[in-house]
Each structure stands twice: as C-alpha cells, then as structure tokens.
C-alpha cells in the first residue's frame, strides 16, 4: 500500500501523537497465536507503523519489525493487490471499515488465503490511524485447506492476549481472557464465568453472537460492529469476530471482540467537523451556520441549550446571533457587557470551564461571576479566538442533569470551538465580501457616474450599466477599445498624461474634458478621474470615474452668453447715462450761448461787422446741439415723433439721399419688399439709421471698389439669431420688418464689433464715432434690435429689427417755432432750475417782454415760493431734473395748491420721454433745451394767453 498517495487524500489532517489504546506489552502472546489472526496500525500523520500482536510468525513472508506499507503490497498476489489498494483508497477518502479477501505470500512458498479488514479513526488525541486486521478464512470459505479441528486453540484461549476473547458454549461463558475482563469492566475472570454472554451483549447486537450449530451457517464471520454492556450498565461499541472452534474436545463459539467506542466517538467527530466544515462553505447566512453546528453538537453531547455570543469591543456588548434555552429568551438586541456573567467570565479567562451547580455557586459566593437567567445545573463554556482574538464563547448548559458533561465532552466543545471560529471566520468573510459586493454594485451598477475598468491598452475590461445613457449596451464595449468611443484628440491626451507618471500604480489622473460620442451621433462631454491599479489583484486595470457634465457645459455656456448680455448691456446703459448727462448739461451751457447770442443779433444791424460774428457764433451752438441730439439719441432719450411708417416707402423717399452720401466707389442696390407691416417710428430717426449704416458701409470700402445691398422685408427670426442683438433689448423670436445694409468691405473682427457701438469708437479718422452709437440707441428707443455678422476680409452685414405696429401710430404734440416780435406780457413767472446761466438767460427773455420773474435753485425752493406767491404766478418753468425734489414731485406739490397755474416743463432731453415721464400730469407745455428767444417767448404767450 502506498502511504504517500494515502497521505494525500486525508480528509482530516494535522492531529497530533497518535498512540494506540493497547500496550506493546499486551501482545507478547505465543507465535502459534497468530496462525489466526495477525494485527497491526499505522499512523497516517507520521508514516509510521506498530504491531497489535507480535510479528514474528516465520509463516508470513511480510511479517518483521521492518514492515512497511510500500515493503507489505509486494507480500500480496499480484492478481490481488489492484483490489488491496483500491480498497485502501476508498478508506482514505471515506470513513468506515474496508474489507477484502486476498492472497498472501508464504516464506515457504505458495500463499496463503486470509482476510485483511482496514478501519480508519481518530485516536484520543485526534491523530487519524488505520488499523488492519489479517486473519485466515473460516474452513467453509474458498481456499481454506485446513481442517477445522485441527486448530487446536485450547492453549490459546488460555494465554492470548491478543484481542479480548471469550468462549461460550450455548450461550454459557465457558472463559474469558484478561483483556475481556478488562473491557467488560471485571475484576477478575471468575466474574464472568458461567454467566450467559447476552448479559453483556445490548439487545440490538444479539445477533453477532450465533448460538447455532449448523456448521454451513457457522463458518469464520467478517468483522461486525456493534455494542456491548459493561458490569457497570454502561454501553460500549464494539468490534465483533464470531466463529466456531474445538475447546477441550467439543464445539464451542469463540468471540472476539475490541471496544471501539473512542473510534466510534471520533467518526462521530470526523463527520461533525467535516459537516461543520461544509456548512460553513454552502450556509447562505451566519444564523444557518450556527443552526447547522447546533445539531452536529446535539450529536455529540446534550446541546439542547446552547448558545454562541459574539463580543463587539468597540462598543463593549456581547450580541448572540444563535441562542436556544428551555427558560431565557433569546436576546433580539446588543446586550451591555455584563462585567460578572459567566459568558464574560470565560471570555476573560480565555480557558475553557466546565462548571457545576456548587463550583458555580463557590464563583457566585467569591463576586467572580453573578446570577444572570436561570440556574443550570451545569454550565459548560469554551472562548473562541478570530485572529488571535477572544471574540466569543460558546457555551451548553443543562437544567436537570450535573453530570451530563465531562471532561472529555468539555475536550470535545473545545476542539469543535476552534473550527467554529474557523467557521465563523470564514462566513463573516464571505458576508463581509458579499456585502462589499452589493456596496461594488449599488456604486457601480445604480450611480449615474460612468465607472470603467480599461487595460494599459485601452481595452475596456469592465463597464457599468451607467453606460447605457450613451445608447451602449455594456455588451457591445467590453473587450474593445475605448477609443471607438472617445474623441481621439481627448484619447491621445489621457494616454499621454498616464505615460507622464509612467503608469504607476495608485497615481490618480484627473480628465477635465472627454468627449464621447453616443451611438445616435451626438456628442457629450464627460470629466473624471483614472486610477492606474494596474498591479491590484481583481482590477489590473485602470479606472476610470466619470461624470456627465453636457448639461452642465451647455448651462455654462448660455450663463457667460448671458452674462456678457449682461455686461454689453450694462456697458450701453452705462454709456448712455453718462452721455445723457453730458448732453444735458452741455444743452444747459447752449442755452446761454444761443439765448445770448439770439439777444445780441436782434439788437445789431445786419450789416455789421459783429452780426456776422455773432451768427457764426449762433451755428457753432446750433452743430453743438445737434451733437446732444445725437448723444441723447444714442443713450435712447432723443427727441422722438411717432408715426406710422413703411420702411420701403421711407427707404424708397431717400434715394437722391442715399446717393449723395455714398463713396464715389460704392454701388448702391436696393432689394426692398413692397407688402411689409407698418412700423411705429420717428421718420427722422429712421433716416438718421438708414443714413448712418450706409456711411458705415461706404467707409468700409475704403479705397476699393464694392457693392452696398440694402434690403427690407417681414420674416421670422428664431432665438438663435435674436441672440445676436446689440441693442441689449430683450426680444424674443417672431416675425420682426428687417433693414438689411449688407456690404462687401474689409469686414472686421470679432474684437471690432465688441466694441463697434461705443462712444466716439472708430477705425476712421478722428472725429467721428457717435454714428453707430446713434443708431444703438434709436434703435433702443424703438424696442428694437440691430445684429452684426462680420468677417474679416469677406464685408459686414447690420441687421435692424422694427416690431410691427400693432395699431394707429401717435404723435406726440410738436411745437413750430417762428421768429416773430417779441410780445409784451404781464405777471409774475417763476422759473425753477439748478443751472444759474439758464435761470440768467430765462430771466433776460422774460423780463424783456415784460414779466417780473422769481427763482428758485431747487425742488423745495419751487414748492416754497409756490405756496407764498401762488395768487400773483401765471406760469412755471420748470426744469425736470433738479437736487432734492424732480420735477414729478415738484408738480404733484403744486397741485395741492393750485391747479390752474399752467406748468412748462424745461428738459435737454426728449419731450417722448418726458410725456411718458409725466404721464397723467397736466403739463402746459415742453420746451427742450437749449432753446432760443423765440421758442421760449412762443411758448409763454401761449401758455399764458390759454
């Protein structure tokens, strides 16, 4: 037999110093003792084999203190030796008893029939062993060719001491030897003597010991097992060989018999531990392996109470995820650790302890341990270590019995704690893994991050689902590579970041843009993190975490578009403050100047030397004020006269203008659409727009020769295109009438158009540069928009945009001015202004023709003078923007005085701002600045006259 392949196949290793239950002294019999039967065992852990009788029968070639199992499977025939070995690997993978026939080789020649009969156990001290036994066969069994009286056994009955063995005749125990008496618990073997043998035999194996005398029936048993009784009621098992021998000249029945109950415990034990050791593989949860051990214990010991608490030192508790108790009820709940429980107690000690009902009591008595549940009436407790820590007890207790355990069960509890914990341990490992798992999948499988595993190629290893919200299925990316997916220019800078720390593992790569392309052909940008874990066990790959930030980009996108909306229209409305401001205040400074100026030249002859002076002095002013015009044109606040117009009618009308104002170079065509809306519009403004883009575009041409289109027409405009609109007016899509002035110039770039419509910006010579910033705020003033479309090189495109009318167009009322004689007058005038050189110049106009005049510099002034001189006042001018109190607030006091002093109001800028200003106020009549003598001294004698 081969030891080494035996050893290989060990279900149960690592037991140590296996010894036999029998001495060697126990089998010094006489040599022709063993013509019968021959025994021996081998130790699997050590390789090393011992006699059970002696070996030095000359009959059996084998036989010597040299034997070995590789030296003994030569002693078997050759025919017979492929079916020794097969059943000595049965044994080896299986527990249990192997039996075969076979032929063994004589030292005189020839062989000789026997049966070899192998068990394998576990010892005492847990080593696993084989035991054989070879015997001859009985007479009646094939082969055997010596007669049956002439075994001649009497002399061996006498002094075997191989097996213990007894002889019985009918029934009536004729003698024992000394190892039977031993077994069966005697004394001495008068004991036994006379007794009948099923007093010692358990009912259940009464048929191993066969009364019959049929010799056809009688011939040489196979080992059987089964149980006897000892003088002291207590149950062993047993091995049994029952056969028929000649004892002192009559037929009698010999048995022969082992007691087999360590063996039989340690099978026991080796099928607990192996099903344990199973469970702890196929258990689907810790509370199914501990059911599982709780009844593999049952088989060993009473476990009809037992528990297992595990202890949970972080927070000082003791939990039990098993607990079966006749009286306590199972804790549902993390239990406080009980300083003096016996649980505890044991756990502290880290030694097993099998306490009884007045060792309990003594450690009760003592303040070691406390009263916790009901009292057994023994406890037994074993630690159980995880990693070299005490981590839990396992304990069995009975209420009835104080002496259902013993040491030996208390050996056993201990050597089942350690595979336990085993146990244990591994099944908190695999919960601990599955639920890393969940965790892995619920990351993975259900965030809506896109998480990949790639290859130091880029072949993708691993996608989660996350995927499919790029129109992939997981399927149709694994195992190729990803930049069938990736933008290649975005791919190429990834690798090259990774080969920049020389793929090392750990190193963490951030991605600030990905592009991806879906598998409908749009295209999403994702950031995100590689983790190069090339050298990880289970991942060898790089990770890669990202996130889908499309949406995010595109909202970015349309806040900066919103945000420079923002700034371009802050920048405008800034600009036109500040410009409204420096008109308003420069047309308080041409007030003096043309009033002045109109005073001297009406008292100076025409012919004179200083009237030519003087009027040229009065143009300057008059070019001066049309430059407000402009400015307060461009901050939206000209002076607008709404009408209905046809913008190809008006475009139609200025022809002759349009050509006189274009380059020399120039081609001028017109491509206008007669059936458009009407717009609502100041005609003047409008020409001011038409005449201003065709100067733009002319000087566009520079020195070349090139074509100017004007066009007009009512069409849609989507969002897209409206985006575009300088104008910084809000205004949504829809159908808009259009002036397109297309030309085919230098173009300009997108630095030039940012700042195309400001202020007094050009590209030209100096002193221009209020032309488009005119037209911005006309066009702001309308509600409209204007769009620029420029490339360098290829000319410029500005598109204006008109809502169409929705009704009848409103004039605002127009004063005509005509220089007439100035009126005689009478009564007192109060004129309300912050600026001294327009209260001066009001003062002069009014008193020449006759009115007493009274100032004020201010809101409450006004208010004052109104309240003490309101009988004696027929008219107020009345400036619209002054310090404490505008002019609103100033008429609203005035009218809880008096509602018949009629109110002029003074203002630089226009007089449709002003009517929407002072909407609902009754105002006799507006008068923009700078105004001239006669435009002030008309107004008055109307007002007045009124």
């Known amino acids: 037999m081969n030891i080494d392949a035996g050893r290989n196949q060990k279900d149960f290793g690592d037991f140590c110093q296996l010894q036999s239950p029998y001495s060697d002294s126990a089998f010094a019999a006489s040599p022709q003792a063993f013509t019968e039967i021959l025994g021996w065992e081998i130790d699997l852990e050590t390789n090393e084999m011992r006699w059970l009788t002696s070996p030095e029968s000359p009959a059996l070639q084998f036989a010597g203190s040299n034997l070995t199992l590789k030296k003994s499977l030569k002693a078997i025939h050759p025919q017979d030796r492929k079916k020794v070995l097969h059943s000595v690997r049965k044994l080896?993978?299986?527990?249990?008893?192997?039996?075969?026939?076979?032929?063994?080789?004589?030292?005189?020649?020839?062989?000789?029939?026997?049966?070899?009969?192998?068990?394998?156990?576990?010892?005492?001290?847990?080593?696993?062993?084989?035991?054989?036994?070879?015997?001859?066969?009985?007479?009646?069994?094939?082969?055997?060719?010596?007669?049956?009286?002439?075994?001649?056994?009497?002399?061996?009955?006498?002094?075997?001491?191989?097996?213990?063995?007894?002889?019985?005749?009918?029934?009536?125990?004729?003698?024992?030897?000394?190892?039977?008496?031993?077994?069966?618990?005697?004394?001495?073997?008068?004991?036994?003597?006379?007794?009948?043998?099923?007093?010692?035999?358990?009912?259940?194996?009464?048929?191993?010991?066969?009364?019959?005398?049929?010799?056809?029936?009688?011939?040489?048993?196979?080992?059987?097992?089964?149980?006897?009784?000892?003088?002291?009621?207590?149950?062993?098992?047993?091995?049994?060989?029952?056969?028929?021998?000649?004892?002192?000249?009559?037929?009698?029945?010999?048995?022969?018999?082992?007691?087999?109950?360590s063996r039989k415990q340690s099978e026991i034990l080796q099928s607990v531990l192996f099903n344990i050791s199973q469970a702890a593989s196929t258990a689907a949860h810790v509370s199914d392996l501990l059911r599982i051990i709780h009844h593999e214990i049952s088989r060993l010991m009473d476990a009809r109470n037992f528990f297992?608490?595990?202890?949970?030192?972080?927070s000082d508790t003791y939990t039990f995820p098993y607990f079966i108790d006749d009286y306590d009820p199972a804790p549902n709940f993390?239990?406080?650790?009980?300083?003096?429980?016996?649980t505890d107690y044991v756990r502290r000690q880290g030694q097993a302890m099998l306490l009884r009902k007045d060792e309990r009591e003594q450690l009760i008595n003592e303040g070691k341990i406390d009263r916790v549940g009901h009292d057994p009436m023994v406890w037994m407790g074993v630690p159980f270590s995880i990693v070299n820590n005490v981590e839990g007890v396992v304990a069995v207790q009975s209420y009835e019995d104080e002496f259902c355990y013993s040491k030996k069960d208390l050996e056993v509890l201990t050597f089942v704690s350690q595979h336990i914990a085993f146990a244990l341990q591994k099944k908190r490992a695999e919960e601990e893994l599955r639920f890393r798992e969940l965790r892995f999948r619920a990351l993975t499988e259900k965030v809506q991050d896109l998480v990949l595993i790639l290859s130091r190629y880029g072949k993708c290893l691993y996608a989660s689902p996350s995927l499919q919200r790029f129109g992939y299925s997981v399927d149709?990316?694994?195992?190729?590579?990803?930049?069938?997916?990736?933008?290649?220019?975005?791919?190429?800078?990834?690798?090259?970041?990774?080969?920049?720390?020389?793929?090392?593992?750990?190193?963490?790569?951030?991605?600030?843009?990905?592009?991806?392309?879906?598998?409908?052909?749009?295209i999403r940008t994702i950031e995100g993190v590689m983790t190069i874990l090339l050298d990880q066990p289970g991942v060898n790959g790089i990770v890669f975490n990202g996130r889908d930030i499309t949406r995010r980009k595109l909202e970015a996108e349309a806040k900066r578009k919103l945000e420079q909306q923002?700034?371009?229209?802050?920048?405008?409305?800034?600009?036109?403050?500040?410009?409204?401001?420096?008109?308003?205040?420069?047309?308080?400074?041409?007030?003096?100047?043309?009033?002045?100026?109109?005073?001297?030249?009406?008292?100076?002859?025409?012919?004179?030397?200083?009237?030519?002076?003087?009027?040229?002095?009065?143009?300057?002013?008059?070019?001066?004020?049309?430059?407000?015009?402009?400015?307060?044109?461009?901050?939206?606040?000209?002076?607008?006269?709404?009408?209905?117009?046809?913008?190809?009618?008006?475009?139609?009308?200025?022809?002759?203008?349009?050509?006189?104002?274009?380059?020399?170079?120039a081609i001028i065509n017109l491509n206008l659409t007669e059936s458009i809306p009407n717009i609502h519009a100041d005609i003047t403004q409008v020409r001011q727009v038409i005449l201003n883009l065709l100067t733009?575009?002319?000087?566009?041409?520079?020195?070349?020769?090139?074509?100017?289109?004007?066009?007009?027409?009512?069409?849609?405009?989507?969002?897209?295109?409206?985006?575009?609109?300088?104008?910084?007016?809000?205004?949504?899509?829809?159908?808009?009438?259009?002036?397109?002035?297309?030309?085919?110039?230098?173009?300009?770039?997108?630095?030039?158009v940012s700042k195309l419509f400001d202020p007094f910006f050009t590209t030209k010579f100096t002193g221009r540069g209020l032309g488009l910033s005119a037209v911005l705020g006309i066009m702001r003033g309308h509600k409209g928009g204007i769009i620029v479309e420029s490339t360098p090189g290829q000319g410029s495109t500005f598109t204006v945009l008109f809502p169409p009318a929705p009704g009848p167009g409103i004039k605002t009322q127009e004063y005509i001015v005509k220089k007439n004689k100035l009126k005689q007058g009478e009564g007192t005038i109060l004129v309300a202004d912050d600026e001294q050189i327009v209260r001066d110049m009001a003062r002069k106009i009014l008193s020449r023709k006759g009115y007493s005049i009274i100032e004020a510099i201010n809101g409450d002034e006004a208010i004052d003078l109104v309240h003490k001189n309101h009988a004696d006042l027929c008219c107020i001018l009345l400036d619209m923007t002054m310090p404490k109190m505008d002019g609103k607030q100033v008429i609203r006091k005035i009218r809880k005085y008096t509602r018949s002093i009629p109110v002029i109001l003074t203002s630089g800028f226009s007089e449709m701002e002003i009517s929407l200003h002072f909407a609902g106020e009754k105002i006799a009549g507006f008068l923009q600045k700078p105004f001239t003598v006669d435009a002030l001294s008309q107004l008055i004698d109307q007002v007045v006259d009124c």
């Open 566 to 665: 923002m700034q371009h229209t802050q920048k405008l409305e800034s600009l036109g403050i500040l410009a409204g401001g420096i008109a308003h205040d420069f047309n308080n400074l041409l007030v003096a100047v043309l009033g002045n100026a109109d005073m001297v030249l009406s008292e100076l002859d025409a012919n004179s030397l200083m009237y030519e002076n003087v009027k040229e002095i009065e143009k300057a002013a008059f070019r001066a004020a049309d430059l407000c015009k402009q400015m307060l044109a461009y901050s939206g606040r000209g002076n607008f006269i709404i009408d209905d117009l046809n913008l190809t009618t008006v475009l139609r009308d200025m022809v002759q203008m349009l050509e006189a104002s274009r380059s020399k170079k």
């Open 92 to 261: 080896l993978r299986l527990p249990g008893i192997q039996t075969v026939q076979a032929r063994v080789a004589l030292t005189t020649g020839g062989y000789y029939p026997a049966h070899i009969q192998c068990s394998k156990c576990l010892q005492e001290n847990y080593r696993e062993i084989i035991s054989c036994i070879l015997r001859k066969p009985h007479p009646a069994e094939p082969g055997h060719t010596d007669s049956f009286e002439k075994a001649g056994l009497d002399n061996f009955i006498a002094r075997s001491s191989v097996f213990p063995l007894a002889l019985h005749r009918d029934g009536t125990i004729l003698t024992v030897n000394s190892l039977a008496c031993k077994t069966l618990g005697g004394e001495k073997t008068e004991d036994f003597i006379g007794k009948k043998i099923f007093d010692f035999v358990h009912p259940s194996s009464w048929e191993l010991i066969s009364i019959e005398t049929d010799r056809e029936k009688q011939f040489f048993d196979s080992l059987r097992e089964g149980q006897f009784i000892r003088l002291d009621d207590t149950v062993i098992d047993v091995e049994v060989i029952n056969s028929k021998v000649l004892y002192q000249g009559k037929e009698a029945s010999q048995v022969f018999f082992r007691d087999i109950s």
């Open 334 to 342: 993390p239990i406080k650790i009980l300083k003096t429980s016996m």
């Open 696 to 752: 733009n575009a002319s000087d566009a041409l520079e020195d070349r020769e090139g074509v100017v289109i004007l066009s007009t027409g009512y069409h849609f405009f989507d969002s897209k295109f409206i985006e575009g609109n300088a104008a910084g007016n809000k205004l949504k899509a829809g159908k808009y009438i259009f002036l397109e002035v297309q030309d085919t110039g230098c173009g300009m770039d997108s630095t030039t």
């Open 308 to 314: 297992t608490s595990i202890y949970e030192a972080q």
């Open 476 to 522: 149709e990316l694994l195992n190729t590579q990803i930049d069938k997916i990736v933008d290649r220019q975005d791919h190429r800078k990834a690798v090259n970041k990774l080969r920049a720390v020389e793929f090392q593992d750990n190193e963490s790569i951030y991605i600030d843009e990905l592009k991806v392309l879906c598998k409908n052909g749009d």
